[in-house]
């Protein structure tokens, strides 16, 4: 997108938000409207189902007593027997094997991990293999692959002029690596939330906990960004971020009007707004150095430009300025000025002001209160998504009136309410969901079940998913051989030099990498929810014809041709193994053989064309 491109888009789409807003005004819309005049109006407001306080459940009493593993399991099983539906047969062990690894590392099993497993015929088997996962440094990259589209991860911005980069994030990877860190040193996820939101007023902050100011840190910054109205979307994206991110509410529609669905007003809006007008962004060292402007490097041939590499991305406390109400969100008419501070729908009565500076700690510690109804259950649907495949609440980040309802309310609720008892432990939680009996059924279909559920709401089968494109493109280095085990700064995806983890690349606002596009990662200009799944034609075309397929299938025929003692069907068999977690059928290794004995023709070996081929199978894309 161009600069006249970029200012076309925003010119229209600050047309359409004064245009909507009047609408929203209007007698007739007004019908739509959340009205809370009095306290009456509030209790009827908090008595929706997400603002109230989640109850730890009794576990229900189901018939079929013999089936379930976990406590999960009985509030599955109890839906499923309402419905009058039954569980499916667990999946085999090399089916799990594989689902399990790929679910906490986003990686492929080895195929001694697949025969260990196979072999060890103890009662604990499978939690000694999860456990192992568990520890293993890759979870925290599998999770940190979830969270970045979350905080909406990026180190550029939407626009630029020339080749001028000052408002560009090199140092990003900071965050990123706090972010792994934490997830694999389980830190518990209030002190997560409040880290990211206020390391630098917390008393017990170490300095290695300052990247995660990074959530707000590398937020977009919008091009003229020193007027008010600018500003103003700058503050809009903060609110939308940390409240559908944490708390699962569209808090930003109430940025010129009361929302007309759920109980959140404009002053509700400004309250939080004014939090981030009261913060600035920053690029600082853990040592309180800040980086003098002009005082910058040349990085390459391209003239962009780089800061010191120890600069990190991060906020500040600003002056303290309580925000008015800009009327239908016109920076130009301002109604009652509002002091900073929460919801008042998950508040006691009247909010309470923020009186510390920005009040950025006090937000935080509102969010993180384990009192709060919607913290924990934000989170526990996020991982139950993560694991599963689908999440309980179909719209993780809108859990107001305009979201979808529980499949299982009371499932989720004793998981929000498990999660806060057991320490805000992600590990924990993952370890509750993968141990469970529901995890570990097959995907196989069933015409009858699905005449009922068609769409497996209440968790009849495991769900079959396609991988996302971190674990896709990482799992096709893994099987060639070529992953590299590093992180740090971020390179671009299209560099042939780069072997790393698909984390580890680099993420742009103002040109998403066209592979990424093509296997549907979310836009970096906004907080994201969930990952879209498509099928077109040029995901095909990709693995028919990039330059990094062509590589990996000719990196994977050099390591399955490395042994010479190794007969053709030995080899076929071991790439199944590499590739699938699976011996191959007998059919699909005859077929291999007679194909693989013909004559090469082309610029590739007939080794090459095979392993492009299993590369290229829907098998290696989708998980049972």
Same mark, same amino acid.
């Given at each position: 997108?161009?600069?006249?491109?970029?200012?076309?888009?925003?010119?229209?789409?600050?047309?359409? @938000?004064?245009?909507?807003?009047?609408?929203?005004?209007?007698?007739?819309?007004?019908?739509?409207?959340?009205?809370?005049?009095?306290?009456?109006?509030?209790?009827?407001?908090?008595?929706?189902?997400?603002?109230?306080?989640?109850?730890?459940?009794?576990?229900?009493?189901?018939?079929?007593?013999?089936?379930?593993? @976990?406590?999960?399991?009985?509030?599955?099983?109890?839906?499923?027997?309402?419905?009058?539906?039954?569980?499916?047969?667990?999946?085999? @062990?090399?089916?799990?094997? @594989?689902?399990?690894?790929?679910?906490?590392?986003?990686?492929?099993?080895?195929?001694?991990?697949?025969?260990?497993?196979?072999?060890?015929?103890?009662?604990?088997?499978?939690?000694?293999?999860?456990?192992?996962?568990?520890?293993?440094?890759?979870?925290?990259?599998?999770?940190?692959?979830?969270?970045?589209?979350?905080?909406?991860?990026?180190?550029?911005?939407?626009?630029?002029?020339?080749?001028?980069?000052?408002?560009?994030?090199?140092?990003?990877?900071?965050?990123?690596?706090?972010?792994?860190?934490?997830?694999?040193?389980?830190?518990?996820?209030?002190?997560?939330?409040?880290?990211?939101?206020?390391?630098?007023?917390?008393?017990?902050?170490?300095?290695?906990? #300052?990247?995660?100011?990074?959530?707000?840190?590398?937020?977009?910054?919008?091009?003229?960004?020193?007027?008010?109205?600018?500003?103003?979307?700058?503050?809009?994206?903060?609110?939308?971020?940390?409240?559908?991110?944490?708390?699962?509410?569209?808090?930003? /529609?109430?940025? /010129?009007?009361?929302?007309?669905?759920?109980?959140?007003?404009?002053?509700?809006?400004?309250? #939080?707004?004014?939090?981030?007008?009261?913060?600035?962004?920053?690029?600082?060292?853990?040592?309180?150095?800040?980086?003098?402007?002009?005082?910058?490097e040349e990085k390459d041939d391209k003239k962009s430009k780089s800061i010191n590499p120890k600069m990190l991305h991060i906020v500040e406390e600003s002056e303290v300025k309580d925000l008015n109400v800009f009327l239908r969100g016109n920076v130009g008419q301002k109604g009652p000025q509002v002091h900073r501070r929460f919801l008042e729908i998950l508040c006691d009565g009247q909010p309470v002001p923020f009186e510390q500076g920005s009040g950025r700690l006090e937000l935080a510690s509102a969010i993180a209160d384990p009192q709060n109804p919607l913290t924990a259950r934000v989170m526990a649907n996020r991982i139950w998504m993560l694991v599963f495949g689908n999440p309980l609440v179909a719209t993780p980040s809108n859990f107001g009136n305009l979201g979808g309802r529980p499949a299982n309310p009371h499932l989720l609720d004793d998981l929000a309410m498990r999660f806060t008892e057991n320490g805000w432990s992600v590990k924990w939680l993952v370890r509750e969901m993968v141990l469970s009996a529901a995890f570990r059924q097959s995907s196989r279909s069933d015409p009858a079940k699905a005449s009922i559920d068609e769409g497996n709401r209440f968790l009849w089968r495991m769900h079959r998913r396609r991988l996302e494109v971190e674990q896709w493109r990482d799992a096709v280095l893994f099987v060639s051989g070529d992953l590299e085990w590093i992180g740090g700064k971020s390179r671009e995806l299209d560099d042939p030099g780069n072997l790393r983890r698909t984390v580890y690349g680099r993420v742009s606002r103002l040109q998403l990498n066209d592979f990424l596009v093509q296997f549907d990662y979310p836009d970096a200009n906004v907080h994201s929810s969930r990952r879209p799944v498509t099928t077109t034609a040029t995901q095909k075309l990709f693995v028919l014809n990039s330059p990094f397929i062509l590589r990996q299938a000719k990196s994977l025929a050099s390591r399955l041709t490395a042994n010479p003692s190794d007969d053709t069907d030995a080899r076929v068999q071991n790439a199944y193994r590499m590739l699938y977690g699976r011996v191959p059928e007998p059919n699909e290794t005859r077929w291999a053989v007679e194909f693989l004995d013909k004559p090469g023709s082309g610029e590739m070996s007939r080794w090459e064309q095979y392993a492009q081929a299993l590369l290229a199978a829907n098998e290696m894309m989708y998980l049972d």
């Open positions: 997108m161009n600069f006249l491109q970029i200012h076309l888009r925003i010119f229209s789409l600050s047309w359409i @938000r004064l245009f909507s807003s009047f609408l929203l005004v209007s007698p007739s819309s007004r019908l739509l409207a959340v009205e809370l005049e009095n306290a009456d109006d509030w209790r009827k407001a908090r008595a929706f189902w997400a603002f109230q306080s989640p109850i730890k459940q009794l576990a229900p009493v189901v018939k079929k007593n013999d089936w379930a593993r @976990r406590r999960i399991d009985y509030f599955v099983l109890s839906r499923l027997e309402q419905e009058g539906l039954g569980p499916s047969p667990e999946a085999s @062990r090399q089916t799990l094997i @594989r689902r399990v690894t790929y679910a906490l590392t986003g990686l492929p099993p080895v195929p001694e991990e697949i025969d260990r497993f196979l072999q060890d015929n103890s009662p604990d088997a499978y939690e000694l293999m999860v456990e192992r996962l568990l520890g293993s440094s890759r979870f925290g990259e599998r999770l940190t692959s979830m969270w970045l589209t979350v905080a909406r991860y990026a180190e550029d911005q939407a626009h630029q002029v020339g080749d001028d980069a000052q408002n560009f994030y090199p140092n990003a990877h900071h965050y990123r690596k706090w972010v792994i860190d934490a997830f694999n040193d389980d830190v518990p996820y209030d002190r997560f939330i409040k880290l990211q939101l206020a390391a630098d007023l917390m008393g017990d902050t170490l300095k290695s906990d #300052l990247p995660a100011l990074g959530f707000i840190g590398i937020g977009p910054k919008y091009y003229n960004r020193g007027r008010l109205e600018v500003m103003a979307d700058e503050w809009e994206d903060r609110v939308d971020t940390v409240t559908r991110s944490f708390l699962g509410l569209t808090v930003a /529609c109430a940025r /010129c009007h009361d929302h007309k669905f759920d109980p959140i007003t404009m002053k509700d809006y400004y309250g #939080l707004a004014g939090v981030f007008a009261s913060t600035t962004m920053v690029n600082k060292t853990a040592d309180g150095e800040v980086e003098e402007k002009g005082k910058k």
